[in-house]
Structure formats: C-alpha cells, structure tokens
C-alpha cells in the first residue's frame, strides 16, 4: 500500500487543523492505521491508531481529548482531526499502516507516507 499524508500547515495555539492520508490499493480496509510525529531534535513517536473497521482507537497521552483519528474505508483515507493545538505539537507527522490489529510501535509498521508539516505559532 502507498501513503499519501496531506493538510498540514502553520496554525497558531489553540487552532485546528485536520491531516488526511489517502492510500492506494483495493485492500485499504484490512489495514490498521496510525499516525506518528517527529518533532525537530527528537525522535518519531506515537499519535493515535485505529483499527481496520475504525471501531477501535489508541491515542497517546499527550493528544488524548485533543486529537480524534477516523477512518473513511469508501474513500481509502484515514483523518487526524487536531484541535487545541499547542506548540509542542510542531512536527512532521506520518501516516502509517500495517495489517492486524492496531499497534503503538513505528517498527510494527510496515508502510509509511511521506510526512506533512504542522507548524503551530504563538
């Protein structure tokens, strides 16, 4: 499968924003999805992940309340909805897939998109 992340951008604290990843190929459903970030000077971590039908999801504590991942399977895309942005949450953000179950780990990831930048400003 190939990631395509998009909808990045400058924002300023307390902003929104909504990421979006489309993938290619007929079997987008039978992949869990995540989303991970890497913030300048530090390494990737994770963001949330949701599960192949979208009826499971798994948000790192750091965006909890804050974020919300959802999945479209019509349209072989997976969302990042981002609210109450901080300037701690400035980094490139991933997309990622795998098959089975939904998982925390970028090694358990197999697929990966490109990357989109969200900058958030004061």
């Known amino acids: 499968v190939q990631l395509q992340a998009s909808g990045g951008g400058l924002v300023q604290a307390g902003g929104s924003l909504r990421l979006s990843c489309a993938a290619s190929g007929r079997t987008f459903s039978s992949y869990a999805m995540g989303w991970f970030r890497r913030a300048p000077g530090k390494e990737r971590e994770f963001v949330a992940t949701i599960s192949w039908s979208g009826g499971r999801s798994f948000y790192a504590d750091s965006v909890k309340g804050r974020f919300t991942i959802s999945r479209d399977n019509a349209k072989n895309t997976v969302y990042l909805q981002m609210s109450s942005l901080k300037l701690e949450d400035t980094a490139v953000y991933y997309c990622?897939?795998?098959?089975?179950?939904?998982?925390?780990?970028?090694?358990?990831?197999?697929?990966w998109g490109q990357g989109t930048q969200v900058t958030v400003s004061s």
């Open positions: 990622a897939a795998r098959t089975g179950a939904i998982a925390t780990m970028s090694p358990e990831y197999p697929y």
